[in-house]
């Protein structure tokens, strides 16, 4: 074994017998720099001193070009290759007033970098901890990492649902895109409205239900001599229709629904309601929009979305959410085959809660041809009767200004809009003129619509 002390001055050293041509040999009181030809290689243990305290070294120069040099404890520290690359094996790695210049790569075996970073400008490098600067384009959302530029994300990324009716470039998740579709169903697809909604479990969890065949004639029967009331509206006729829609009976939220009264009580038997017709399948369920209410002291006027999907009646949950576009449809009335004047009609009885602007809808059109002469609409055409919010005056004549037409055309139509301020508690009218000369009187069908504004 050779040793090479501190105050070596000769520019060729020997090892073992074997000349290695040296660069430089510069010794100092704290360290010892060596440049080592690789193209002389040796094959043994070597000493080497460095103000005083030993750096041991081995390897083989000949064939890889590379060494390591282990402390005085015996534990590796570096590997140097004399091609240029270098790897760090344990400890750490420091730069005492300098730089480490034309470094090209860093190569971690072990270990984390913990939030920092090496960084610098391709010939001087320093440690510093992670910046927005160092990701993808130099931004942070509250501490996330930006993506880069068309990302292709796995698995099942979950991100915040935008508000309904966003229309800027976020990103649209299933709830939104599904939110966005129930409401165009909504629209385009409103079911008949309802007498009355329920607000809380005890509005029906007293009655029994009966599943019926699949849902279809399926019915909620409640006490004997005990009317139905909900919402403070009272169900007095059969035929009117109600929206459970907070049953908690098991399994919860499976009972609820539309439904009609198909029994009224008496002193020996319950009132009986049953799903209603277009309301007692998955196909219907799924597939109507929003059920408008017309009484209520809470619900009045509202309308009701299901949120969730039904694939068996009876036993799917079915949730409802308050939904509103605009205009809430009350109740329309379709007549296909009339040959008379419509007398004053009742449309719409106001609730006491109900006061305010509503809109009437409504055309008609000539089925069918008198033979000697008719007018559609005859001379007072199409007119509506209500009692006006603000002054109490009865209005009884309010006729459309196109309320009538030449009739002797089939397929003539004649259509208009009112909107009217409707007193609480009072009742909307509606009547259509007519006349007809000749045998085969002329027909007509008349469709007209309620909406709350």
Sequence with gaps: MSRVEDDLRTKTLEVDGTALPLVLIRSAASHAQINIDAAV??????????GGVPLWAYGNLGSDNSFVLIDKNGVTRFK?????????????????????NALTGFQQNSG??????????????VDAALAAADLSNGVTGSGAVVLATSPS?????????????????????????????????????????????????????????????????????????TAVTVDGFTFTGLGQRLLVKNDTQSPSGAFNGVYYVTQLQTVLLPPVLTRAL??????????????????????????WLLTS??????????????????????????SLALGAAVTSTLLYAVPANGAGLYRVLWCAKVTRIATTSSILGGSAGFQIGYTDADDSVVVTTLANPTGNANGNTTGVQISGVFVINAKASTNVNYQMDYTSVGATSMQYSLHVRLEKL
């Design 278 to 303: 277009d309301y007692d399948m998955p196909s219907d369920i799924n597939n109507t929009g929003a059920i408008p209410v017309v009484n209520g002291s809470v619900n009045a006027l509202t309308s």
């Design 80 to 100: 140097i290759t004399l091609n240029g690359d270098f790897q760090h094996l344990g400890g750490n790695v420091s730069v005492a007033g300098g730089s480490m």
């Design 112 to 125: 984390a970098i913990s939030g920092h970073v090496l960084r610098g400008n391709g010939t001087n490098f």
């Design 41 to 50: 290689g040796f094959n043994s243990v070597h000493e080497f001193l460095a």
């Design 309 to 334: 999907t039904v694939n068996t009646v009876g036993t799917d949950p079915l949730t409802y959410a308050k939904f509103s576009t605009g205009p809430v449809s009350i109740i329309g009335i379709d």
């Design 153 to 225: 994300l796995l698995g099942s990324p979950v991100a915040p649902t935008q508000a309904a009716g966003d229309n800027t470039t976020k990103i649209a998740t299933d709830a939104f895109v599904t939110t966005a579709i129930n409401n165009a169903v909504a629209g385009v697809n409103p079911a008949v409205a309802v007498q009355a909604a329920t607000t809380q479990a005890s509005d029906t969890s007293g009655f029994t239900y009966n599943n019926g065949v699949s849902g279809i004639g399926a019915t909620l029967m409640g006490s004997v001599n």
